[in-house]
């Protein structure tokens, strides 16, 4: 693999090649079993960090393909996009307001098992092509940090309500979060 950084604009581009040999796994059947032939992967990530003045958009595009789908199941894409406001407020109070995103196309993500806690490939049920998205406001005041988010706020607005990451385990429902930091230390 290898990586190429440009400072001047702030993007990352990173590629790798991956042979796995005797790749280890549990099968849609939930037993262990060993792939006798090599599983190849490649990826390329894309990290994007725009910035004009308080405005900012940090965004990381993640493409991935395996030579084995049905051994190691993973998304073609997966995208994270951070749109927010940094500013300050009388020098003081930092403030960041924004909307962040979540979002990989649809494959056969692997089953959870919970009487032996292993995830396993199955065939069956496709998860993602969804967007979950939170909406947030972050305070910074000298050692206290304050914060409210409304996670998956988009939850039943488009895509439906098919929100999971594995067969039969649903992603968070919408809800308001709150919370305060304080960093007691010198």
Not at 14 to 37: I, M, V
Not at 109 to 115: E, F, I, Q, V
Not at 132 to 153: E, G
Not at 157 to 162: A, D, E, K, P, Q
Request: hydrophobic share 35%.
């Amino acid at each position: 693999g290898g990586e190429l950084f440009v400072p001047q604009t702030s993007t990352c581009l990173n590629a790798g090649y991956e042979t796995l040999q005797n790749y280890a796994y549990f099968g849609n059947d939930g037993l262990p079993t060993q792939q006798s032939s090599a599983v190849h992967v490649f990826s390329a990530t894309l990290d994007q960090r725009l910035q004009f003045g308080s405005f900012n958009w940090d965004n990381v595009i993640t493409y991935q393909t395996t030579s084995n789908e049905s051994v190691l199941a993973l998304p073609k894409l997966a995208v994270y996009s951070n749109l927010y406001l940094n500013f300050a407020i009388a020098r003081v109070l930092k403030v960041q307001l924004g909307v962040d995103c979540n979002y990989y196309t649809e494959y056969y993500a692997p089953r959870y098992n919970p009487a032996t806690m292993t995830f396993h490939t199955q065939q069956e049920q496709k998860c993602g092509n969804f967007a979950f998205m939170n909406v947030y406001a972050n305070f910074k005041l000298k050692k206290a940090r304050f914060f409210v988010a409304m996670t998956h706020f988009n939850q039943g607005l488009f895509g439906g309500n098919n929100y999971f990451s594995s067969p039969h385990y649903p992603l968070n429902p919408r809800r308001l979060q709150m919370g305060v930091s304080v960093d007691f230390t010198n």
